[in-house]
């Protein structure tokens, strides 16, 4: 499985930002997508996943601001960013796993920066 994200870029303070990723290769299993972030100096840490039947779960630093949202046909998920804060300032990865023989499989994307300043 491939993903490619995309969406990143340069936005002020309480502005909004809308990250895409697309999977690609073997997509057939693929169960929970999601977007992680790194800050530099900090551990990657989970921003918000989603199931395959569209239940989500979010960190507390971004709920109310943040949105995922999946689209299983075009095996893509997508991270709506409002009213951003400096302090999400950070490379985003999305992420996806499938079950294989049992064995659960993790990819990682690529990431794309998110710089939130003024």
């Known amino acids: 499985v491939q993903l490619q994200a995309s969406g990143g870029g340069l936005v002020q303070p309480g502005g909004s930002l809308r990250l895409s990723c697309a999977a690609s290769?073997?997509?057939?299993?693929?169960?929970?997508m999601g977007w992680y972030r790194q800050a530099p100096g900090k551990q990657r840490e989970l921003v918000a996943s989603?199931?395959?039947?569209?239940?989500?779960n979010y960190a507390d630093s971004v709920k109310g601001r943040f949105t995922i949202s999946r689209d299983n046909a075009k095996n893509s998920v997508y991270l709506q960013m409002n009213s951003l804060k400096p302090e999400d300032t950070a490379v985003y990865y999305c992420?996806?796993?499938?079950?294989?023989?049992?064995?659960?499989?993790?990819?990682w994307g690529k990431g794309t920066q998110v710089t939130v300043s003024s």
């Open positions: 290769g073997s997509t057939s299993s693929i169960r929970n």
């Open positions: 989603i199931t395959s039947s569209g239940s989500t």
């Open positions: 992420n996806a796993d499938r079950l294989v023989l049992l064995k659960t499989m993790v990819y």
